[in-house]
């Protein structure tokens, strides 16, 4: 009978020391809304990994109770509590990581600690959704096309190194990602150049999504003349942090040696006809179903303008169909949303 009593003194003071904490988040909620929503949940995560041993009948009146003292909060289901117990338990050894989860929102956080195992590769995307603003939906497109080893630690091919100063050479190489994988779900099963071009075109901010941050479409089929002569660009855009012009070339087959030589033609026209003094030199993006790393190398290694040549890949329609949505994703933003239980 005294253990109970014990028990039930220290739950009570549980539930105290949590309904301190968040009438601490009410008042602050206002001006820094997302950080202290996660910092909350990662004190209720820590009490109740400390209480593991209680076992989840306590996690169910620990709900309970929350519900009973604040009827308008919601946010402390059973299924969320135990979220939070899981994101102290995996985020509460590495600062690092603590710090960036508590930039991003609560289902962020949640979507990247189920489909990500790796600390660095965690810190990674919680670093880009931060720098990219990516609502839930986009990261979970992200993750599932594994951006981390298509942007982060690929090698890639182009002569960036050679051909830029730093840091602009740094920073074309993080732009470069390979392969690309574009969402055209219209876009049928054997399709030509131009009707791939129009695809990107229709859903451009798919595609601006896929490119990264920083760029701004131009346009397509971007007329340039050079001796009374019409060339055509398949896809011009500008990058707002490389403050420069970015030819892109698509090829729906293997990378040809060729390819170089007009996308060098093409960078050289738009920097007589496009660049200005506050722009910096125009780059080149050759997008191929396929390459060989050696022929990409060898057709490099002469060319007097910076290019990349990567391939891209058109996102399954069983991925698509797979992908969350919205609601799926919908786990708790906010204290004061909707409880689903």
């Given at each position: 009978?005294?253990?109970n009593?014990?028990?039930?003194?220290?739950?009570?003071?549980?539930?105290?020391n949590?309904?301190?904490?968040?009438?601490?988040?009410?008042?602050?909620?206002?001006?820094?809304?997302?950080?202290?929503?996660?910092?909350?949940?990662?004190?209720?995560?820590?009490?109740?990994?400390?209480?593991?041993?209680w076992?989840?009948?306590f996690?169910?009146?620990?709900?309970?109770?929350?519900?009973?003292?604040f009827?308008?909060?919601?946010?402390?289901?059973?299924?969320?509590?135990?979220n939070?117990?899981?994101?102290?338990?995996?985020?509460?050894?590495?600062?690092?990581?603590?710090?960036?989860s508590a930039?991003?929102?609560?289902?962020?956080?949640?979507?990247?600690?189920d489909?990500?195992?790796?600390?660095d590769?965690?810190l990674?995307?919680?670093?880009?959704c931060?720098?990219?603003?990516?609502?839930?939906?986009?990261?979970?497109?992200?993750?599932?096309?594994?951006?981390?080893?298509?942007?982060?630690?690929?090698?890639?091919?182009?002569?960036?190194?050679?051909?830029?100063?730093?840091?602009?050479?740094?920073?074309?190489?993080?732009?470069?990602?390979?392969?690309?994988?574009?969402?055209?779900p219209?876009?049928?099963?054997?399709?030509?150049?131009?009707?791939?071009?129009?695809?990107?075109?229709?859903?451009?901010?798919?595609?601006?999504?896929?490119?990264?941050?920083?760029?701004?479409?131009?346009?397509?089929?971007?007329?340039?003349?050079?001796?009374?002569?019409?060339?055509?660009?398949?896809?011009?855009?500008?990058?707002?942090?490389?403050?420069?012009?970015?030819?892109?070339?698509?090829?729906?087959?293997?990378?040809?040696?060729?390819?170089?030589?007009?996308?060098?033609?093409?960078?050289?026209?738009?920097?007589?006809?496009?660049?200005?003094?506050?722009?910096?030199?125009?780059?080149?993006?050759?997008?191929?179903?396929?390459k060989?790393?050696?022929?990409?190398?060898?057709?490099?290694?002469?060319?007097?303008?910076?290019?990349g040549?990567?391939?891209?890949?058109?996102?399954?329609?069983?991925?698509?169909?797979?992908?969350?949505?919205?609601?799926?994703?919908?786990l708790?933003?906010?204290?004061?949303?909707?409880?689903?239980?």
């Amino acid at each position: 009978m005294e253990e109970n009593k014990m028990l039930e003194k220290d739950f009570k003071q549980i539930v105290e020391n949590i309904k301190s904490e968040i009438y601490k988040t009410q008042t602050l909620i206002m001006s820094d809304a997302n950080k202290r929503l996660i910092d909350l949940y990662y004190y209720v995560g820590k009490l109740v990994y400390e209480k593991s041993s209680w076992g989840n009948k306590f996690i169910e009146n620990l709900s309970i109770a929350m519900k009973v003292e604040f009827p308008n909060i919601k946010g402390f289901s059973v299924r969320n509590i135990k979220n939070m117990k899981k994101f102290y338990k995996e985020l509460s050894t590495d600062e690092k990581v603590q710090i960036a989860s508590a930039q991003i929102p609560w289902s962020h956080n949640m979507l990247i600690l189920d489909k990500v195992k790796d600390t660095d590769e965690r810190l990674w995307y919680m670093e880009k959704c931060v720098e990219n603003g990516w609502s839930v939906d986009v990261l979970a497109v992200q993750i599932d096309t594994k951006l981390y080893e298509r942007q982060g630690k690929q090698i890639k091919d182009n002569n960036f190194k050679e051909k830029l100063i730093p840091p602009l050479s740094d920073l074309a190489n993080n732009m470069q990602k390979d392969p690309y994988i574009f969402n055209l779900p219209l876009l049928k099963e054997k399709y030509m150049e131009t009707e791939l071009e129009d695809a990107l075109v229709e859903r451009i901010k798919d595609t601006l999504i896929e490119l990264g941050k920083g760029f701004s479409f131009v346009g397509n089929q971007y007329k340039i003349t050079v001796d009374n002569t019409d060339y055509f660009i398949d896809m011009l855009f500008y990058h707002l942090k490389l403050r420069c012009y970015v030819v892109i070339e698509l090829k729906i087959g293997e990378f040809k040696p060729e390819y170089t030589g007009k996308m060098n033609f093409y960078i050289n026209a738009v920097n007589n006809i496009l660049k200005t003094d506050k722009d910096n030199d125009t780059i080149g993006l050759i997008l191929c179903k396929g390459k060989n790393r050696l022929t990409v190398e060898y057709s490099l290694n002469s060319v007097e303008n910076p290019i990349g040549v990567s391939s891209f890949e058109i996102l399954p329609k069983e991925i698509i169909e797979a992908l969350p949505t919205e609601e799926d994703l919908n786990l708790h933003i906010d204290i004061n949303e909707e409880d689903s239980e």
